[in-house]
T-cell receptor, first 115, second 113 residues
Framework: DTGVSQDPRHKITKRGQNVTFRCDPI?????LYWYRQTLGQGPEFLTY????????KSRLLSDRFSAERPKGSFSTLEIQRTEQGDSAMYLC?????????????FGSGTQLSVL | QQQVKQSPQSLIVQKGGISIINCAYE??????FPWYQQFPGKGPALLIA?????SEKKEGRFTISFNKSAKQFSLHIMDSQPGDSATYFC????????????FGKGTRLSVIA
């Protein structure tokens, strides 16, 4: 069990550029979540997958954001035409999704800075 | 509209003392209430969780107290240690934890010797 892995750890980009983050969940975890966290705030839910199916998207997720989880393994989160307001820590989490009281395991996040 | 309100924003406790962090919620459909601990540069990690069919749950030095009628729950850290210094988040979800968690804004705890 190597835990949830996120890449890159840090990303600095210029406004208007596209960025893509990758998340590798714990193997055998069928649920994968993306959250966003800004300084001094709790994580905010963005979207989640059950295997390869994207089950829910938050209203926070504008049409510039897209997430995929091909084959139900790793996931990518792409942000197009980045804005300064996108600067945040993007956290990925996975769980077994067994239903009651599922335990989320978070990665260490990707810190995005949009200049 | 913040669904889970957490207080205080920051807390300083002497080593050996009791740390108490409070959360309140509005949505009566919430039925799973975890607490997460986050160290700088790391993602949150589950500390302890409770369901509304019990009023208290204890794991080691950590206790959750739950008041269903008041829609409040709190985290108590007994014999606080410097290693407990971190940010703590309460959270809530519906469907027995089967829906995405809604987090509070966090409490930054500093335990001083």
């Amino acid at each position: 069990d190597t835990g949830v892995s996120q890449d890159p750890r840090h990303k600095i980009t210029k406004r208007g550029q596209n960025v893509t983050f990758r998340c590798d969940p714990i193997s055998e975890h069928n649920r994968l979540y993306w959250y966003r966290q800004t300084l001094g705030q709790g994580p905010e839910f963005l979207t989640y997958f059950q295997n390869e199916a994207q089950l829910e998207k938050s209203r926070l997720l504008s049409d510039r954001f897209s997430a995929e989880r091909p084959k139900g393994s790793f996931s990518t989160l792409e942000i197009q035409r980045t804005e300064q307001g996108d600067s945040a820590m993007y956290l990925c989490a996975s769980s077994l999704g067994t239903g009651a009281n599922e335990k989320l395991f978070f990665g260490s996040g990707t810190q995005l800075s949009v200049l | 509209q913040q669904q889970v309100k957490q207080s205080p924003q920051s807390l300083i406790v002497q080593k050996g003392g009791i740390s108490i962090i409070n959360c309140a919620y509005e949505n009566t459909a919430f039925d799973y209430f975890p607490w997460y601990q986050q160290f700088p540069g790391k993602g949150p990690a589950l500390l302890i969780a409770i369901r509304p069919d019990v009023s208290e749950k204890k794991e080691g030095r950590f206790t959750i107290s739950f008041n269903k009628s008041a829609k409040q729950f709190s985290l108590h850290i007994m014999d606080s240690q410097p290693g407990d210094s971190a940010t703590y988040f309460c959270a809530a979800s519906k469907g027995s934890g089967n829906t995405p968690l809604v987090f509070g804004k966090g409490t930054r705890l500093s335990v001083i010797a």
